[in-house]
Every structure is written in C-alpha cells, then in structure tokens.
C-alpha cells in the first residue's frame, strides 16, 4: 500500500516537472489538461491499479465523528424540549378543557333556571291580564282610556328626552320604554366599572340632594295647606251665621237610681244560727 502510494506521488511529481501546467488537485491527484497526455496516461494505469484513499489523517474521520454526535446530541436537545414544551401543551388543553366543561355546566345551570323564570313570569303576566280584564271591564270609556294613554305617552316621551334625547325618528311608546331600558342597563354596567369609592360619593350626594328635594317639596306642601286653611277660615268668617230653627236639642236625661237599703235583722239572724250550728252539733 505504502509502494503504491509513493509512486503515485512520485509520478505525480515527475509529470508535474514534466510538464508545469498540468493541474492537481488537493489530494495529489492529476487533473487532465490539454498538454499533458502523458501524464493523464501514468495516472489512469495508477488509478486502475489501487484507489487512492478518501481520509488521509486519521483526525479527519475523528473530527467526523465528533461533529456527527454534536449534530446528535443537538437534536436528542431539541426532541427533549420539543417533547418537554408538547406535554405543558397538553397539561394546558387538559386544565382549560376542565375549566371550560365547567363553565360551560354553570351557564347550563343558568339558563334553565332563566328559562324556568321566563316561564313563570310569562303564567304570571297573562294571569294579571285575565285579572286587569276582568275589572276593567266597563269600568273605563274608551275616551278615557284614549287620554290616559296619550298622558302616559307624554311622560314616556319626557322621560326618554332627558334620559337619551329628542324622539326625532317618532317611535311608539313601547319602543321608548325599551330604549330607556337598555340606557339603564348601560350605566348600570359603567356603575359596576367604576370606582367604589367615586360611586358611593356621587350617591351620598345624589341622597342628599334628593333629601332635601324632598324637604322643600315638603315645606312647600305645608305651606300650601297652611294657606287653604287660612282661606277657608277667611270665608267661614266671612260667610253669614246660620240661624237655628226649631226646638233645640238637648241630652236624655238618666233614670233615678235607687239605693238598696240593708236588712241588719236578717244578717244577725243568720249569724246567730250559725253559731248554735257550730257550737251544737
């Protein structure tokens, strides 16, 4: 192996003499040129002959090697992380699809018992509907079941100005009274969201003003009877004295009471004999 190898070398160097511009390649190998027939012939009888190895240092299969069990030793790493970060994936599913089933059987659990209550609110709505028929029954003209709903209608109407705005696309009381609870659910939600602490300053404040809204409602009120009352002493005074005819009226008088009078011979007539009782028999 050494012989063939060395003269390998050794005519690759007398044709390299031979001949300067013939190519070799990095391991010693003749490259054929255009001038260089001779040589390409010493070569292929050579090749024909015995193969030229592949590694000619021992260090390049090692570093082969080496670099071969970093490449694995990479990717059993990265399988591990793979197969670390697949069973959080799935320790995740696992825990959301708990908490998912759940809430699922709690929102379940709400909508029959909403259901339920649709349902008995509903019984109940016809109910008072029967009954509000059956006393209303001719008790109201349609005149005037005509100017309660149009008063009703006003304050509706007056209720939905302040609360949202001008009626300007003309819609029906119901559709107002619908609108002015869906407002209210808003701000009811913005109340939730809130500060708690914002919230029960503007209700202290709401209170008191109502309170004494309410007092002055009230002083007002007192003041309006107080001047009725007034009034009404004025006429009284100014009005002429009624004149009493016939015979005055005057109480029944009671009927004489009659003393009962003791009888003292007969409460000692009868101690006596109670005596001759006791002592005598």
């Given at each position: 192996?050494?012989?063939?190898?060395?003269?390998?070398?050794a005519?690759?160097?007398?044709?390299?003499?031979?001949?300067?511009r013939t190519?070799?390649?990095?391991?010693g190998?003749?490259?054929?040129?255009?001038g260089?027939?001779a040589?390409?012939?010493?070569s292929?009888?050579?090749s024909?002959e015995e193969?030229?190895?592949f590694?000619?240092d021992?260090?390049?299969?090692l570093?082969i090697?080496?670099?071969?069990e970093?490449?694995n030793?990479?990717?059993?790493?990265?399988?591990?992380e793979?197969?670390?970060?697949?069973?959080?994936?799935?320790?995740?599913?696992?825990?959301?699809?708990?908490k998912?089933?759940?809430e699922?059987?709690?929102?379940k659990e709400?909508?029959?018992?909403?259901?339920?209550a649709?349902?008995?609110e509903?019984?109940?709505?016809k109910?008072?509907?029967?009954?509000a028929?059956?006393?209303?029954?001719?008790?109201?003209?349609?005149?005037?079941?005509?100017l309660m709903?149009e008063?009703?209608?006003?304050?509706?109407e007056?209720?939905?100005?302040?609360?949202i705005?001008e009626n300007?696309?003309?819609?029906?009381?119901?559709?107002?009274?619908?609108?002015?609870?869906?407002?209210?659910e808003?701000?009811f939600?913005?109340?939730e969201i809130?500060p708690?602490?914002?919230?029960?300053?503007?209700?202290?404040?709401?209170?008191?003003?109502?309170?004494m809204?309410?007092?002055?409602?009230?002083?007002?009120?007192?003041?309006i009877?107080?001047?009725?009352?007034?009034?009404?002493?004025?006429?009284?005074?100014?009005?002429?004295?009624k004149?009493r005819?016939?015979?005055?009226l005057?109480?029944?008088?009671e009927?004489?009471?009659?003393?009962?009078e003791?009888?003292?011979?007969?409460?000692?007539a009868?101690r006596?004999?109670?005596?001759?009782?006791?002592y005598?028999?």
């Amino acid at each position: 192996m050494k012989r063939s190898v060395t003269g390998v070398k050794a005519a690759s160097r007398g044709g390299l003499e031979s001949s300067p511009r013939t190519p070799v390649s990095s391991s010693g190998k003749l490259v054929p040129g255009e001038g260089s027939t001779a040589s390409a012939a010493v070569s292929d009888d050579d090749s024909d002959e015995e193969q030229v190895l592949f590694f000619e240092d021992p260090q390049q299969l090692l570093d082969i090697f080496a670099e071969l069990e970093e490449q694995n030793l990479s990717l059993i790493q990265n399988s591990q992380e793979t197969e670390e970060a697949l069973e959080e994936m799935k320790q995740t599913i696992k825990a959301t699809q708990t908490k998912m089933d759940k809430e699922t059987s709690i929102l379940k659990e709400q909508i029959d018992k909403l259901k339920n209550a649709i349902k008995r609110e509903v019984d109940k709505a016809k109910d008072l509907e029967t009954k509000a028929r059956l006393f209303s029954f001719g008790e109201f003209k349609s005149e005037d079941q005509e100017l309660m709903l149009e008063a009703l209608n006003k304050k509706v109407e007056d209720v939905y100005k302040h609360c949202i705005g001008e009626n300007e696309a003309n819609i029906g009381t119901l559709q107002m009274l619908t609108n002015i609870e869906n407002r209210l659910e808003e701000l009811f939600e913005e109340i939730e969201i809130l500060p708690q602490d914002k919230v029960e300053a503007a209700e202290k404040a709401k209170e008191k003003e109502r309170r004494m809204r309410q007092r002055e409602d009230k002083v007002e009120q007192q003041k309006i009877h107080q001047e009725e009352r007034i009034r009404r002493a004025l006429e009284r005074a100014k009005a002429e004295p009624k004149k009493r005819t016939g015979r005055p009226l005057v109480f029944r008088s009671e009927p004489p009471s009659f003393l009962k009078e003791e009888d003292d011979g007969s409460e000692q007539a009868t101690r006596e004999e109670e005596e001759l009782a006791y002592y005598f028999t």
